[in-house]
């Protein structure tokens, strides 16, 4: 059995979803979770990250966990984890880890403690997530206007299930053991064409408008810890050479190459009509 922490998220429902398709024995954990919420035949748990304990009835019989940045106790997880007998562990980190240690911390701290584990671990260092663009739907469907911040700057974001797929494939084969991948999409793309991306998904004139610094710290404050704003904006108005850079470890691990955002914005089209 394979435990999904996170499994109402982006890439944990995906992630779901590619294994129960698989045959795979799924128990799909999350704090809030209905058995609406993923594929016929997936056991579903409600259990916080932040209470490890509450994970000790996920874990029964499981071989191997995707694990998620979370909450503050990763030793006390795995410690579980270990006990229950599970084997292996997947880590969904950042990308950020590698290239702003100082600003990725947290996830630093879980990678370090998945490494000191005596599990065998893998962890995928995804970049932006073009689910990220999520956050146009509402401004679209509405205004069919698009708002961000330093429109030509480009990066390869990453479809969440290709990120899916490639931890679908880490738990299930052998090979991986003490890998890190970077997970990135096939090209760079600027806030403007992933817009032009939207309006051609779903056949409409999508307007952009190019926020300043200050706009978007203001609308990202709202809801991340200032730390995170910092770090996100910098980021996304002046990536380092190795946050732009196109990783090929999505086609390695998968054999095919990551799919780009185009198609990730054609495939959910729905949310922006």
């Given at each position: 059995m ?6 109402t998220g ?6 779901v979803?590619i ?6 024995a799924?128990t799909?954990v999350?704090?809030?979770?209905a ?10 748990v409600?259990a ?11 874990l ?13 106790d990763?030793?006390g ?9 599970v084997t ?5 980190s950042?990308q950020?880890?590698?290239t702003?240690?100082?600003v ?11 490494a000191?584990?005596?599990?065998a671990?893998?962890?995928?260092r ?5 689910s990220?663009?999520l ?16 429109a030509?700057v ?15 494939a ?10 890190t991948y ?5 090209e ?8 032009a991306?939207?309006?051609?998904a ?5 307007t ?6 200050e706009?978007?710290?203001?609308q990202?404050a709202?809801?991340l810890p200032?730390?995170v704003?910092e ?5 996304l108005g002046?990536p ?7 990783s ?5 691990v ?9 198609a990730?914005?054609a495939r ?6």
């Amino acid at each position: 059995m394979i435990v999904v922490t996170g499994a109402t998220g982006n890439v944990g429902r995906a992630l779901v979803r590619i294994l129960a398709g698989s045959g795979e024995a799924v128990t799909a954990v999350a704090r809030r979770i209905a058995q609406t919420d993923v594929p016929d035949g997936v056991r579903t748990v409600a259990a916080d990250l932040g209470e490890p304990e509450s994970l000790v009835p996920t874990l029964k019989g499981a071989k191997a966990l995707f694990l998620l940045v979370a909450e503050e106790d990763p030793v006390g997880i795995l410690e579980r984890a270990a006990a229950a007998g599970v084997t292996k562990v997947v880590l969904l980190s950042s990308q950020g880890v590698g290239t702003r240690p100082g600003v990725y911390a947290h996830a630093a701290g879980f990678e370090a403690a998945v490494a000191a584990s005596g599990l065998a671990h893998t962890v995928l260092r995804s970049g932006g997530l073009a689910s990220n663009t999520l956050a146009w739907a509402e401004p679209v469907r509405l205004h069919r206007t698009a708002a961000a911040p330093f429109a030509g700057v480009g990066l390869p974001f990453v479809d969440p299930d290709d990120v899916a797929a490639v931890a679908a494939a880490v738990l299930r084969e052998d090979g991986h053991d003490g890998a890190t991948y970077v997970l990135t999409g096939p090209e760079a793309t600027t806030p403007r064409q992933r817009a032009a991306a939207v309006a051609e998904a779903i056949g409409e004139p999508v307007t952009f408008v190019e926020q300043s610094r200050e706009e978007a710290h203001a609308q990202m404050a709202r809801f991340l810890p200032a730390p995170v704003v910092e770090g996100t904006l910098a980021i996304l108005g002046e990536p380092t050479a190795e946050e732009q850079r196109i990783s090929g470890d999505v086609e390695r691990v998968l054999g095919r190459a990551a799919a780009p955002f185009g198609a990730w914005a054609a495939r959910n089209s729905g949310a922006f009509r």
